[in-house]
């Protein structure tokens, strides 16, 4: 048990790698957009390869998830 520091959008929800029911950290986010980028790989292939829907990759790819800056950060309580 102890506290950590979490990034929040403009609302205060956590985001990114923070929020609680996030599969991937910032880190897979950077390299699938490298994968996509250097190898012109497909939604579905970059899915198999991260474990995530090729529709999830889409959303990742055009910035509709996990395209939110922090606004701030907040400490909670770790399990």
Do not use: C
């Not at 950590?4 to 599969?23: C, Q």
């Not at 994968?35 to 889409?58: C, H, M, N």
Request: charged fraction near 30%.
């Amino acid at each position: 048990m102890g506290k950590r520091t979490v990034a929040v959008n403009d609302m205060g929800l956590r985001i990114g790698e923070d929020h609680p029911m996030a599969k991937l950290t910032n880190a897979d986010i950077e390299r699938l957009l490298q994968l996509r980028a250097d190898t012109g790989w497909g939604y579905k292939r970059l899915g198999r390869v991260f474990e995530i829907s090729p529709s999830q990759v889409r959303r990742i790819v055009q910035g509709q998830h996990r395209g939110q800056a922090a606004m701030g950060y907040r400490t909670i309580e770790q399990e």
